[in-house]
T-cell receptor
Framework: QKEVEQNSGPLSVPEGAIASLNCTYS??????FFWYRQYSGKSPELIMS????GDKEDGRFTAQLNKASQYVSLLIRDSQPSDSATYLC??????????????FGKGTKLSVKP | EAGVTQSPTHLIKTRGQQATLRCSPI?????VYWYQQALGLGLQFLLW???????NRGNFPPRFSGRQFPNYSSELNVNALELEDSALYLC?????????????FGEGSWLTVV
């Protein structure tokens, strides 16, 4: 079972709509979760981190974490064409031999249509 | 403050040769991570160094190796290059371990093996 799973998309939303990106994970004891945005040909840049159950808001972005259900999501309100990118979900696994380094999902490609 | 810097930006090598990629972390960061991102694939964890020691490595053959220097900079060596090693190699750094600490990526080094 893959550690971090994301729908590869593409997810297409109209400008101004809410984009919802989801991620599930298998490591029950993971404590740290991150969302990165990666434009084509560029390196990933951090959007948000979340460590506790519930919602965390930062501007147009809201991260949601549900540890019992093992999923984390990212909502983008008032989506803009400049939000078109691949969104990567990542976590720091706490079990096995991967402690300390981030494990990434394959990413969801988001396309915001004007 | 300077971010994570990587060199070279682009590198073209012939199959069977060796490639060396270099990374300077953000000032004050002691952990350095290497990831491989092949075309169309997600970020695959390669290596993690902290305080000069290799802390973990991903599922890559031994011809992928590296080291961290006393100033916390790092280099990644890929021996006996194969065509499928062509990818974007990303270096990232964080304060100590990633758990609870954000990792920041450099712009990457594009390696092309012909």
């Amino acid at each position: 079972q893959k550690e971090v799973e994301q729908n590869s998309g593409p997810l297409s939303v109209p400008e101004g709509a809410i984009a919802s990106l989801n991620c599930t994970y298998s490591d029950r004891v993971s404590q740290s979760f991150f969302w990165y945005r990666q434009y084509s040909g560029k390196s990933p840049e951090l959007i948000m981190s979340i460590y506790s159950n519930g919602d965390k808001e930062d501007g147009r972005f809201t991260a949601q974490l549900n540890k019992a259900s093992q999923y984390v999501s990212l909502l983008i309100r008032d989506s803009q064409p400049s939000d078109s990118a691949t969104y990567l979900c990542a976590l720091v696994p706490r079990s096995g031999g991967s402690q300390g380094n981030l494990i990434f999902g394959k990413g969801t490609k988001l396309s915001v249509k004007p | 403050e300077a971010g994570v810097t990587q060199s070279p930006t682009h590198l073209i090598k012939t199959r069977g040769q060796q490639a060396t990629l270099r990374c300077s972390p953000i000032s004050g960061h002691t952990s350095v991570y290497w990831y491989q991102q092949a075309l169309g694939l997600g970020l695959q964890f390669l290596l993690w160094y902290d305080e000069g020691e290799e802390r973990n490595r991903g599922n890559f053959p031994p011809r992928f190796s590296g080291r961290q220097f006393p100033n916390y900079s790092s280099e990644l060596n890929v021996n006996a290059l194969e065509l499928e090693d062509s990818a974007l190699y990303l270096c990232a750094s964080s304060l100590a371990r990633a758990s609870g600490n954000t990792i920041y990526f450099g712009e990457g080094s594009w390696l092309t093996v012909v």
